[in-house]
């Protein structure tokens, strides 16, 4: 069974740091891209980072540039989001992606952690 299952969310407040991790599970995760999306109430499910299978290439939305931290540990195929000065504003549902590189149909979400910054 396909799986990526989410852990490290929490409450925390402004300033402070979290690190998500992302499991992924059930096939073979090479040649795929992972990412980190966040959804707040009311609002679109928007990208948050992303990182190729090989980890040499990143990509950050603009709210989290130099704040957050994507990696990953394709031996344990996990992905790790570390967040440094965290805002009220990061507060949302945070999603773990997976989708292959050359099979675009091939596209995997996690079920979410939950990350509320208080003020």
């Known amino acids: 069974q396909v799986q990526l299952a989410e852990s490290g969310g929490g409450l925390v407040q402004a300033g402070g740091s979290l690190t998500l991790s992302c499991a992924a599970s059930?096939?073979?995760?090479?040649?795929?891209?992972m990412g980190w999306y966040r959804q707040a109430p009311e609002k679109e499910r928007e990208l948050v980072a992303a990182i190729s299978w090989s980890g040499g290439a990143t990509d950050y939305a603009d709210s989290v540039k130099g704040r957050f931290t994507i990696s990953r540990d394709n031996a344990k195929d996990t992905v790790y989001l570390r967040m440094n000065s965290l805002k009220p504003e990061d507060t949302a549902i945070y999603y773990c992606?997976?989708?292959?590189?050359?099979?675009?149909?091939?596209?995997?979400w996690g079920p979410g952690t939950q990350v509320t910054v208080s003020s």
């Open positions: 059930g096939r073979t995760w090479s040649n795929f891209k």
């Open positions: 992606n997976a989708v292959h590189k050359v099979i675009p149909s091939l596209n995997y």
